[in-house]
């Protein structure tokens, strides 16, 4: 009877046969050629890898059956097995070897799977592995299902080009939903017709960019992306493979995603230009010096983790592959330095409609889903974190338990650390009463494991690391940690790792207000390591540091008391209070003159590590914003006498966290906004917003129209600016482009804020309305704005507006018009204006300003009428000097 073939036989009757056949040549060489035959399984056969000398060196006959069909699986196994032996030189027993094998098993494949073959394998195989996800509570559900549309839109090439208002944007910079569409477009090809090999999806933590990256696999797998362009698309996780010890090649890397070690990596390398790899979490390269090690070129070369991501990154290795790198917001502008010619995406999250589908397919019953969703949206603040769809689960997941038990809603917070806390504590009340203190004593545990990890950036950790904490089989385990088997050497490996990156950075900052008070000094790896780190390691703990901001107000404090049984030491706190109000210095803005500010190009950063610097800048406000305790963010505000945020693209949430510290500004305090501007796409406002502008104007509007003007994106700000206990007194708004609704949102302001005495406005491509509108603000009896700087050289015409504020505004003392075209007879009406007996200004700037004899002469003349009133322009002082020389002369 014929036997029957490799193919036909059950994969457990291969696999027995292939350790009988491999055992019985094995106990047919002597000790010397065993020992020969261990050294040559060393070199790894064409387009695979070999098995590490560690498991081989102390083998015996038996151990070396059951690390071949491990590591390289039955029918390799025995391919593997045989020209190791020829190559020992025990051609006897190779060539009883191959005869014993197509006795038992038959001829098998006769030669492996061609590429264009193999391509439909691995597609299957992407498909069998990727269909499903597990969801938070352990349940796989299908990707399809799961996958959430979020918005994705493209980095602007030009700041210049953008305004900070929600004008329409050009189709291709549009904000589009995360569809097979968009996809695609990711490497869509440019103006010019050439197409990016690295894309970058940029965004901050828990806004889906993991799940949209392997959305991205799964459709190409599926035949719906990058058609007749990618034959191979692989996932790399690059937290997990920094954190796997020794040296791999990149061969070993595609070989892991492989179905089998049959796979025919050479081929597949020998045309990179057709493969895409993924690379999650590429920041998490960024503290680990990867770029200063010599680059990897050869993917068959062993190395580093670290090494080998970032030389695929840099592109030494591979340079015609394609790159798809996924990154939190905080890190891009390191992350350039590594790339080259990346093509950046941002991924916005829901938008408002995907938010209140989001509500209704988490609970499922509509009456419920509409009660929650009415709760959020009325509260405008836990509205907008939503926007980050993991955020947005913990909501409904804590709104769920509060209507399951009948609570009050209004219990949900407004802030992205309070909400965190609720959902661990709901998630904790749900064990034993009678284990209260048990539960609490393990809290404790956990925190410790993850900020150790935190610190040490490890997220995986081993049984030992669990059992060392006596965190095994624990409460806390079951509802924070899930379990992974990873991809060993020869055996599969047990790791753990939080369900969300983001609740070990919680339970690492909570772990620093669960310490038990110490002695004065600061213990070893305090609060102090984590505030005080290193600069490259800053991106690194940003979620960290925001969460303990956000757990150090009074009433997260006694929360943290009343749940978890334990009395929280002042001690962080004011410890906090000092490390912010030690960063003055980093937040002052670059040194301008007043003649220079937002002249063409000083707002440009010229090094990376600027900008890295003034977006530290905006992290800062966004700690003091976590902790929703004004005494608090006024106290640290003190150290910051000047706030200044330069070329930031201000989301929705950037808007509402600088909101709030301008709300609590301290007396005095500067804020200044240099070539900011929106970055994302207006939502239609809400009518009774339109309807409160529409009373505040009196019905006014730009064009004319019937149409009521609507609502700018700085309505937060400038409202802010208008609260009784807010202290700012200077704001200075440069190269940020203000279309005329933001200036009447602005004039609004001016008419109210208690403090402001002084308002720069630089280079904003102000329209004559625009202009006007912020007079008539500026005009308003109770406005208290002494000093006006105005840089701007194409107003001509509208300047009559500012000239006509004079003799209206009671406080008006200092006018700056450094920079602006003044033709004589603007200069006639403002030489006649200034000698009114109305106009009370002492101080006026005309720095840089053309003016001809005629109008020196008038300004002369505004001079002998008006001694008190200093005049700065270059011709009036060069008449003063040679005034002096003759006088000295005399």
């Excluded at 230009?273 to 062993?302: K, M, N, Q, T």
């Excluded at 970032?310 to 996924?326: E, F, W």
């Excluded at 802030?415 to 998630?427: D, E, P, Q, R």
Aim: hydrophobic share 40%; with cysteine.
């Amino acid at each position: 009877m014929e036997k029957p073939s490799a193919s036909s036989s059950s994969p457990g009757h291969c696999a027995v046969v292939t350790r009988e056949l491999l055992l019985a040549a094995f106990e047919d060489l002597s000790q010397e050629q065993l020992k020969r035959f261990r050294h040559k399984l060393r070199h790894a056969p064409e387009g695979s890898r070999s098995i590490p000398w560690g498991r081989l060196e102390h083998a015996d006959a038996v151990d070396l059956v059951e690390r071949l069909v491990e590591f390289y699986g039955p029918e390799p196994a025995l391919k593997v097995a045989y020209k190791a032996l020829k190559r020992s030189d025990v051609r006897d027993v190779a060539a009883r070897l191959k005869e014993q094998r197509l006795q038992k098993l038959g001829p098998g494949p006769s030669a492996q799977l061609s590429v264009s073959e193999y391509k439909k394998k691995y597609r299957q195989h992407v498909l069998q592995l990727h269909a499903k996800v597990k969801e938070r509570n352990a349940r796989s559900v299908k990707i399809t299902k799961r996958f959430t549309k979020l918005l994705i839109a493209p980095e602007s090439p030009d700041l210049e080009d953008e305004e900070l208002g929600p004008a329409e944007e050009p189709a291709p910079q549009r904000a589009r939903r995360s569809d097979t569409d968009t996809f695609n477009r990711l490497f869509g090809r440019d103006e010019e017709g050439g197409r990016p090999l690295t894309v970058v999806l940029q965004g901050p933590a828990g806004i889906g960019k993991t799940m949209a990256a392997k959305k991205i696999l799964y459709d190409w797998a599926a035949g719906k992306l990058y058609h007749g362009q990618v034959d191979f698309a692989f996932f790399l996780p690059c937290r997990e493979l920094l954190e796997q010890p020794g040296e791999r090649c990149l061969a070993d890397l595609i070989l892991d995603q492989c179905p089998d070690r049959g796979a025919p990596v050479r081929q597949m390398l020998a045309h990179p230009e057709r493969l895409l790899f993924i690379l999650d979490g590429a920041d998490e390269l960024l503290a680990l010096g990867s770029a200063e090690a010599a680059p990897c070129v050869d993917p068959f070369e062993a190395s580093g983790g670290a090494q080998l991501l970032g030389s695929l990154l840099s592109k030494a290795l591979l340079p015609d592959a394609r790159l798809l790198v996924t990154t939190r917001a905080a890190a891009p502008g390191r992350l350039q330095g590594h790339l080259r010619s990346p093509q950046c995406a941002e991924v916005r999250g829901f938008s408002d409609k995907d938010k209140k589908k989001f509500f209704y397919k988490f609970f499922g019953d509509e009456r419920r889903a509409e009660r929650a969703y009415r709760f959020v949206k009325e509260n405008e603040t836990l509205f907008a974190l939503c926007f980050v769809p993991f955020v947005c689960w913990i909501v409904c997941s804590v709104l769920s338990q509060q209507l399951k038990c009948g609570q009050d809603l209004s219990r949900t917070s407004k802030t992205t650390t309070s909400v965190y806390l609720l959902f661990i504590v709901s998630l904790l009340g749900s064990a034993s009463p009678a284990n209260g203190a048990y539960v609490q004593s393990e809290v404790r545990k956990l925190c410790r494991l993850a900020r150790e990890g935190v610190l040490r950036r490890r997220a995986q950790f081993s049984e030992k690391d669990l059992e060392r904490l006596e965190l095994r089989g624990s409460v806390v385990q079951t509802l924070f940690l899930s379990k992974k088997e990873m991809a060993g050497v020869l055996e599969a490996e047990v790791a753990y790792q939080f369900i969300h990156q983001s609740f070990q950075e919680f339970f690492a900052a909570l772990s620093y207000l669960l310490e038990e008070e110490g002695p004065p000094e600061e213990p070893a790896g305090g609060v102090g390591a984590l505030l005080g780190g290193k600069a490259e390691l800053r991106d690194h703990l940003t979620l960290t540091t925001r969460f303990l901001f956000g757990l150090l107000s009074a009433e997260r404090m006694r929360d943290i008391e009343r749940h978890f049984g334990c009395v929280v030491s002042e001690r962080v706190k004011q410890e906090a209070l000092r490390w912010v109000q030690g960063q003055g210095r980093s937040m002052a803005a670059p040194e301008r003159t007043e003649e220079t500010e937002g002249l063409e190009g000083a707002e440009e950063p010229e090094e990376e590590d600027d900008e890295e610097e003034l977006n530290y800048q905006l992290e800062l406000l966004y700690c003091l914003y976590e902790t929703q305790e004004d005494e608090f963010v006024r106290q640290a505000l003190r150290g910051l006498p000047e706030l200044a945020l330069e070329r930031v693209r201000f989301s929705r949430m950037d808007l509402v966290v600088l909101s709030y510290c301008v709300q609590c500004c301290p007396a005095g305090q500067a804020l200044r906004l240099l070539s900011c501007r929106l970055s994302v796409l207006q939502e239609k406002k809400k009518k009774s917003l339109v309807k409160r502008l529409q009373g505040s104007l009196g019905g006014r509007n730009s064009g004319g129209s019937s149409r009521q003007p609507a609502a700018s994106p700085l309505r937060p700000l400038l409202e802010a600016m208008t609260d009784p206990h807010c202290g700012l007194s200077r704001l200075m708004l440069s190269c940020c482009k203000l279309p005329d609704m933001v200036c009447r949102d602005l004039a609004e302001a001016l008419k109210a804020a208690p403090a402001l005495t002084e308002l720069g406005l630089h280079h904003n491509s102000l329209s004559d309305v625009g202009l006007r509108v912020l007079c008539e603000g500026l005009a308003w009896p109770r406005c208290r704005v002494q000093t006006l700087r105005v840089q701007q050289p194409d107003l001509q015409e509208a300047l009559q507006y500012l000239i006509g504020l004079l003799r209206q505004s009671l406080v008006l003392t200092t006018l700056d018009l450094s920079g602006c075209q003044l033709p004589g007879p603007t200069m006639t009406y403002l030489c006649s204006t200034l000698q009114q007996p109305g106009c009370r200004l002492k101080t006026l700037s005309l720095a840089s300003v053309e003016l001809s004899e005629h109008s020196l002469q008038e300004l002369r003349a505004v001079k002998m009428a008006k001694p008190g009133l200093i005049i700065t322009h270059p011709g009036l002082e060069d008449e003063a000097d040679s005034l002096g020389g003759v006088s000295s002369a005399l």
